[in-house]
Every structure is written in C-alpha cells, then in structure tokens.
C-alpha cells in the first residue's frame, strides 16, 4: 500500500489486477484501485476535482481529469475518512498511476493533495 500525506490529508492507495476482465492476448489489462482519504487536520475539507497520470510500461501517458471521484465530491470533517474504488485499463501488463486531488476548505481556501505513485502490475512480473 502506498501513502501520502499533503497538508493534513492522507490518501492510501492498494492496487489490484482484475485477471478475469483482462485480454493479455490483445493488449488489455485491468486493474482496481481503492483509495482511503482521511482528514487528519482541524479543518473540514472537499474534495472537488481529481487529476491522474497512468503511465504503461510501454512509455504510453495518458491524463484523466475530472469532476470529484466516483461521481462524489465528498465532504470530510475532521479524523472522517472517505474510501472508493476505481479501476483503470493499460495495454501493458506493468504500469504506474499518480496524481492529485484538488481540495477546498469551508472558507474557499483550494490546495493540491498528492496522490503517491502506484504500480499496476500483474501478479509475477515484478519480483
């Protein structure tokens, strides 16, 4: 599991490959990821936007920007903890997601929060 903690909020992230909906034979592999934010800060928070990066081993980038995540723009007090999962498609059996999340205080006050890099990868490629 990755971590990150930026200004006060942690993100956790735990990645899974998804055999049963890949197509090795034709360049296609899925993977889930669930993603824990908890607000370790005094103050509440949102999270409003998302921006990832998801990197093939074939040297592919593709950005992903959006509207919060998973059709949520969730609101977390303090020590309040919000979980999701996602999923994401390569056409390589190894790759990495990171990015950020774009967050807002009650008053308006916006920051970044780092999302660590993960690695995408099927069970045995990487040692």
């Known amino acids: 599991m990755e971590e990150a903690i930026t200004e006060g ?9 998804l055999e ?13 990821y669930r993603i824990r934010l908890k607000n370790l800060s005094t103050r509440t928070v949102q999270l409003l936007r998302r921006h990832w990066i998801i990197t093939d ?3 592919e980038t593709n950005e992903v920007r959006g509207e919060g995540v ?10 309040q903890e ?11 059996p190894v790759g990495t997601m990171q990015g950020t ?3 807002t205080t009650t ?6 929060v780092t999302i660590p890099c993960f690695t ?3 069970p045995g490629v990487i040692n």
């Open 20 to 32: 049963t909906h890949s197509l090795p034979e034709k360049d296609h592999y899925v993977f889930a």
């Open 70 to 79: 998973v059709g949520d723009q969730p609101v977390l007090e303090p020590d």
């Open 120 to 122: 995408l990868a099927i």
């Open 9 to 17: 909020v942690q993100v956790q992230v735990e990645a899974y490959y």
């Open 82 to 92: 919000y979980e999701y999962t996602s999923g994401s498609q390569l056409k390589s």
């Open 101 to 103: 999340y774009q967050m």
């Open 57 to 59: 081993s074939n040297g």
């Open 107 to 112: 008053n308006g006050e916006e920051f970044e």
